[in-house]
């Protein structure tokens, strides 16, 4: 749509403003932000409070579809590295229609809970065999059609995974589907770049699956290649995930993930560091200096028993942070904020970690994760002004957990009060998705999810 919005509260990037005017333009973005009614323009009026929609910086798609399948314990004490042997033979049996399905209904969930955008970490590339599908990026295709279905914004990341472990260790059989030098990669990040050129909802960077998978050689070789054609694209990478593959990085370099990292690359804004649970304070200090975005999946990171990233240390340095969903074990803002948050109060036995003195600490972190995952996605998103992607979700004052309050206490109520989600209308793009409460086309794709997954699951 375009046109001007009447909302009862509104938050700017200046702060709340009750009423407030919102004008899209006609291609979706946002066109002016006013206090007051605009002159002879008729407006529709929209109940509730309007809040910029949070961009989702971190998914692995087809793992929404195995979320709560590696939930019993074996024979041996479980961690992320027995999970991983779950998520192979999961991902074994994924076609490129069974991820179209998976990634759709996902993004109808994330848009219903609030993300208007997500960054896709893209690592499944080719078929079951190892074999490269005829056309490269078929896999990537799949995700494009489940975000063009779902009508969420989208940065595609295909990942760059070339060695089994540091030192260009030889990769497993396991791992086949995931392989690329980098010529093989670039030619689907080439054929991902034509396919989006010129679309406002959609963004080509690069993920480099992580310091063991990406020998250096060949991330240098990825970054000047990624330079040529885009010096600006975001950049990915997993990071000091979990405690052994620092004892790796340190037999393999002397050197800690994070630290090798910032020695050995023109770290900066364009980079995403995803997880970076384990740093000591030399690293915290100096990914905060990078600007890079610290990308955060609490969710993710506690299912998977990672550990507690030192969110304090890193906000005192100026560190900026983004969320995600990574896993997909929960599909929630609002619980990735939380957890976030909660994770640091039992550490440190105090209350309202992230929050400065005498501020609202649900608007804290709800603003700091948007404008990192607007940074990390390397969209115009995460804001309501102008130039920006109209990207919004409202938040109904009627839902029992926003009841009786202000704009003041209202991000406090959504991030800490319940466990319903108080979105019921999202917009993205300028393009209403979600009305009250329902996608569009939620019952079909639904539909279609159910088959695939009701299929792989007995075929583990």
Known sequence: MAGWLRFDHLLTPEGWVSPGWLQVDKAGAVADVAAAAPNDAEAETVAGFAIPGMANLHSHAFQRAMAGLAEHRGSESDSFWTWRETMYRFVSLVTPEDLKAIAAQLYVEMLKAGYTAVAEFHYVHHAPDGAPYGDRATMSNAVFAAARAAGIGLTHLPVLYAAGGFGGKSPGGSQRRFLNDVDGLFAIIDAVAAMTSGDPQTRTGLALHSLR?????LINAALDRLDGI?????IHIHVAEQHREVEDCLSWSGKRPVDWLLDN???DARWCLVHATHMEAGEVAGLAKSGAVAG????TEANLGDGLFPLRAFLDKGGRLGIGSDSHISVSPVEELRWLEYGQRLVSGERNVAGAAGASTGRALYEAALAGGAQACGRPV?????????DLVVLDAAHPVLAGLGPERVLDAHVFSG???AARDVMVGGSWVVRDG??????????????????LVAAL
């Open 438 to 455: 329902r996608h569009e086309d939620e019952d079909r794709i639904e539909a279609s999810y159910r088959l695939v997954v009701t299929r």
């Open 265 to 267: 690359a023109a770290v």
């Open 419 to 421: 466990n319903t989600s």
């Open 213 to 217: 998978a990406v020998p250096p050689d």
């Open 382 to 390: 995460g804001s309501l002004a102008p130039g920006r992607r109209a």
């Open 230 to 234: 885009d010096d600006a694209a975001p």
């Open 296 to 299: 955060l999946c609490p969710t």
